[in-house]
């Protein structure tokens, strides 16, 4: 059976970005495929400036709203990053493997640590090593496929890197995974500015939907959303980024092709009328769902402590073995 690792960053309010790229493949198909994991991966909420209450806050928010979307604890393991301590006793061997150089070609780090310099804040060395953390997060548990939106597939790739480069030098130790990028909606773009994805940590949050947005202000955000200058509906991300985001959501909500609903609109109130209704159709279960799991913290809590000791039980055995592989003496 395949093994299925997937994380989300407790950075923000997760969005219609990371259920339509990423958490709707882990509900509907990866946990009844596969031996799947899923893991909110708070560490990587360290990474920039933060405040301890709230990443603690939405590291349960994050949790419960992965059970809300449909995850079954039954079928799938979710659990929190920093329960598991393998994931940074490897994350330090892995360091011993990559170099420097690797990191700082990171499109995200180079991304963000423009972003924070730019403020004249100061880089976390945890940004630059973020990648082999993530790398660790999944070698740790062999896995096979790795279920992300687009803007992680860098990152896999790099974790590839790690792999085979560590079974060559120690001896074969780790799985090489592979990225599953989704064929529809792996970048959902930010509603004001279609240049740029929506993303979770952003400050400007009218082009953002997040799950837990009332319905009238997801309608709001959709019908309000930029489109391009033109007025007929076609689908070409290139000089149309925003009708095509439109599209790209409402085929992702409604299971249809992008090009081929651009055929049934004539006017971009239609299109974003229809978007709306498909985006609330999809978003109201979940958060009718989280609004129940919320009455019932114990329930939450006992999923987690549960899935951290099975996520431990099964990191452990991989990371022992990377640790005889690269020279460390064991414990008498
Ligand atoms: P994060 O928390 O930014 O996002 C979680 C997942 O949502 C996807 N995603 C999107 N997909 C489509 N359109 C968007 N606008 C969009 N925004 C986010 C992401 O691609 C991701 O799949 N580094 C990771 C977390 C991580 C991880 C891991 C993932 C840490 N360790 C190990 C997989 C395996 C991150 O920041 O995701």
Known sequence: MPRIFSGIKPTGHLTLGNYLGAVRQWV????????????????????????????????????????????????????????????????????????????????????????????????????????????????????????????????????????????????????????????????????QDPLSKMGKSHAETAGIVYLLDEADIVRKKIMRAVTDSGSDVVYDPEERPGVANLLEILAACTGGKPADLAEHYSSYGALKQDTADAVLALLQPVRDRHAELCADPGYVDAVLREGAERARSLARPTVDAAYAAIGLMPPA
Not at 49 to 57: I, Q
């Open 28 to 191: 509907d198909v990866d946990q009844h495929k596969a031996d799947a994991l899923f893991c909110v991966v708070d560490l990587h909420a360290l990474t920039v400036d933060h405040d301890p209450a709230r990443v603690r806050r939405l590291s349960r928010q994050a949790a419960t709203l992965l059970l809300a979307a449909g995850l079954e604890p039954a079928r799938c393991t979710v659990f929190v990053q920093s329960h598991v301590h393998e994931h940074t006793r490897l994350a330090y061997l892995l360091e011993c493997t990559a170099s420097d150089g690797e990191m700082r070609r990171m499109i995200q780090y180079k991304e963000k640590s423009a972003r924070e310099r730019a403020v004249g804040g100061n880089v976390r060395l945890s940004l630059l090593t973020y990648p082999v953390l993530m790398a660790a997060d999944i070698l740790a548990y062999a896995a096979d496929e790795v279920p992300v939106g687009d803007d992680q597939a860098q990152h896999v790739e790099l974790t590839r890197d790690l792999a085979v480069r560590f079974n060559q030098r120690y001896g074969r130790t780790f799985t090489v995974p592979k990225a599953v990028v989704p064929a529809v909606a792996a970048r959902v773009m930010d509603l």
